[in-house]
């Protein structure tokens, strides 16, 4: 027997938070934009039922056909918020899915339409409806969640559905650092499936680091030689064609940076007569935020040449347009206590620290225009050292949740990552073996603090909200490796999903999704991944979720 106050307002606010809990096209994670239902159930004819389509020629629509084919097939997936519901009546079968597809064309960038039509009647074929092969991946992945297990069936609960979806933001990442801490491709593999499963797009690699150089390289092979951890954590550029491939037929792009000058002690295993401030101790804490220390020397042509080498190669291995060249957390006394640029800027009146940092980005984002990329960057050398970028360059705002209107106020377009939000390492206390502290981005995130983040917060010239492309987040790896990503990036990475696909704005009622409303939805996608192989964390004890009004906050409830 659950436990009910006497209070009549709490009482009355129990009664609201156990009607969220009826089943709906709710249950679709991320909220789809659009949607309408009915309330018959439906049952998945399993023993004929088809997925089809009208593209035969889409390597990206076969490969999606055949994953959510067996999906339907095996998957058996019962809410936990069902655990005793009995069995509920159906009127009709859906005996097969049809996925129309306007264009077969596969290139997937910023501007690809990843919106689908969705409609499930209460008997014979549900039709997915999508411009391009993209749109098609998050119809199927929309399906799929609308099937829950129940006494030995699979059904839709609630039909006819109507979904009509498209997402907020073209840009909705991960960050993943695979340098602090290496992570081998099946591990990778598992988080694009995450990430597929609650429609993210892009994959930002921060391939490398400070800490190692786990990439192949061909043309600087000594870079891997000397800089990966060892031989076995390593990328071969099979590697890298492999995740690519596997990104795209879950509609996820893969974004490299090769975060230079700073950041960049590793390269200086092999070339250390092009760097700078390179591993100072005891005291690195003067020139650079973590150990180890080290820069490159940009006031030397050859760190130069150097930084064109690796964006030349590694353009051509990964495919996607868009290519961040870092610039995050650089350290000025690095430079200034470096007798080569010393005599650099003695040498060259009018010159200075700045203006080298300027003319380094300069140069780089240059290159990267003739290699045909969109140069990504750290918010830093635009807002910190004045560098006038392309607009088309893409910033990624980190520093504070101000940043992102400082930035499109500047007319460039946002990627927001604020560390007090988004950053997912936090809250772990330190890793410095010598100190108690908390590591500098403490207190942990909980998925609360990320779906409540509004990226537009502030900025109401329309034109200026265009330029907010997205966002990401982080999971920088100092204390994280493929045995905890899963439940470091899971289920708060689905929070931060559901607000860059179709933001916390519920378009049924106009009114904010408050977290206790969010929380049951979240609570069955996490147990949905969890089924389907992602070790996404818990929220909270089983218990709580079987008696949700047991487990609301007093200053909450009343």
């Known amino acids: 027997m659950w436990h009910l106050h006497s209070s009549t307002t709490v009482a009355a606010a129990l009664v609201l938070t156990l009607a969220i809990f009826s089943p709906s096209a709710q249950a679709v994670w ?133 979904i009509v979806d498209a997402p907020k933001f073209p840009h909705r990442g991960i960050l993943l650092d695979t340098s602090r801490n290496f992570y081998h491709v099946d591990a990778i593999l598992r988080t694009l499936d995450a990430m597929a499963y609650n429609k993210l797009n892009v994959l930002h690699w921060h391939i490398v680091d400070a800490f190692s150089w786990p990439i192949e390289s061909k043309v600087h092979p000594e870079l891997t030689e000397k800089g990966a951890y060892s031989v076995d954590m390593r990328y071969s550029y099979e590697d ?32 250390p007569e092009i760097m700078s401030c390179l591993n100072k101790q005891p ?55 470096d007798p080569v640029v010393e005599l650099y800027v003695r040498d060259h009146p009018g010159e200075s620290i700045n203006s080298l940092i300027v003319g380094w980005f300069t140069q780089m984002s240059e290159k990267l225009n003739e290699m045909g990329k969109i ?32 930035i499109v106020d500047k007319g460039y377009r946002a990627i927001a990552s604020p560390w007090n939000r988004y950053y997912l390492d936090c809250g772990n206390g330190s890793w410095l ?37 997205g966002g990401e987040v982080a999971l920088f790896s100092a204390q994280s490796d493929e045995t905890t990503v899963d439940r470091y990036l899971w289920p708060r990475t689905a929070a931060f999903a559901e607000i860059m696909w179709s933001g916390n704005i519920d378009p049924n009622t106009n009114t904010t999704r408050e977290a206790i409303k969010v929380a049951p939805r979240l609570t069955d996608q996490r147990f949905r991944m969890v089924a389907r192989g992602i070790m996404a964390g818990p929220l909270q004890p089983l218990w709580c979720i079987r008696h949700p ?10």
């Open 30 to 162: 991320p909220m789809p934009a659009n949607y309408s239902e009915g309330k018959i159930g439906v049952e998945i004819k399993r023993s004929d039922f088809m997925i089809k389509s009208n593209v035969t020629s889409s390597s990206v629509v076969n490969a999606a056909i055949e994953r959510y084919q067996y999906l339907v097939e095996h998957e058996y997936f019962e809410s936990p918020y069902d655990f005793n519901e009995g069995a509920l009546k159906t009127s009709g079968y859906i005996y097969s899915l049809e996925v129309g597809v306007q264009s077969a064309q596969d290139v997937f960038d910023l501007e690809t339409d990843e919106s689908y039509t969705l409609e499930v009647p209460i008997e014979g074929k549900a039709v997915i409806s999508a411009k391009t092969p993209f749109g098609a991946v998050r119809g199927l992945e929309t399906f799929s969640q609308l099937i829950v297990a129940n006494s030995g069936r699979k059904i839709i609960k609630n039909a006819p559905v109507r």
């Open 240 to 271: 890298v064609k492999k995740i690519i491939n596997y990104a795209k037929n879950r509609a996820i792009r893969v974004m490299p940076e090769f975060d230079m000058p700073g950041h960049t002690f590793v390269v200086g295993e092999a070339h």
């Open 283 to 337: 005291n690195w804490d003067k020139f650079a935020a973590e150990p180890p220390s080290g820069q490159l020397n940009i006031a030397d042509p050859r760190a130069v040449s150097f930084a064109f080498d690796i964006i030349t190669e590694y353009s051509r291995l990964f495919l996607d347009l868009g290519f961040h060249m870092g610039g995050g957390v650089l350290n000025e006394e690095c430079w200034k206590e």
């Open 375 to 406: 140069a990504f960057a750290y918010e830093d050398p635009v807002l910190n050292y004045n560098f006038t970028a392309k607009n088309t360059t893409i910033l990624q705002a980190w520093v504070g949740e101000d940043s992102v209107s400082r």
């Open 433 to 469: 073996s010598n100190f108690e502290g908390n590591s500098w981005c403490d207190p942990y995130k909980g998925w609360q603090q990320i779906y409540s983040y509004n990226p537009l917060a502030n900025i109401t010239d329309p034109e200026k909200q265009k330029l907010v492309l």
């Open 549 to 558: 009004e047991a487990c609301l906050h007093p200053s909450a409830a009343t």
